[in-house]
Nanobody, 124 residues
Framework: QVQLVESGGGLVQAGGSLRLSCAASGRTFGSLAMGWFRQAPGKERDLVAAISWSGYTTHYAGSVKGRFTISRDNAKNTVYLQMNSLKPDDTAVYYC?????????????????WGQGTQVTVSS
């Protein structure tokens, strides 16, 4: 079992930045692929970014490429999402997720464990 706790969400103006953190416990963090997803009201949950167990391989949704950066610190059992140049369309609940395995996982159904979510609101 893996427990995930997100933090760092909030309200920010367009063009601003936020950094989300996700602390994991309950299983060897280094054996998990990690991902960040987001879900806006009335929409499906979509992948934002994913990272392999080592951190060397990453994947981004096209809408955030060049603005967001996913990273992880295996010594701290934490994965991060640095979000820059935020836009109102980035407004959503952001979820951290973990998948057993080593490579990048891009599908929602590939993840076994989910955090409770953190709200990100970008005002225009």
């Amino acid at each position: 079992q893996v427990q995930l706790v997100e933090s760092g969400g909030g309200l920010v103006q367009a063009g601003g930045s936020l950094r989300l953190s996700c602390a994991a416990s309950g299983r060897t963090f280094g054996s998990l692929a990690m991902g960040w997803f987001r879900q806006a009201p009335g929409k499906e949950r979509d992948l934002v970014a994913a990272i392999s167990w080592s951190g060397y391989t990453t994947h981004y949704a096209g809408s955030v490429k060049g603005r967001f950066t996913i990273s992880r610190d295996n010594a701290k059992n934490t994965v991060y999402l640095q979000m820059n140049s935020l836009k109102p369309d980035d407004t959503a609940v952001y979820y951290c997720a973990a998948a057993p395995g080593l490579g990048v996982v891009t599908m929602v159904r590939g993840y076994d464990y989910w955090g409770q979510g953190t709200q990100v609101t970008v005002s225009s």
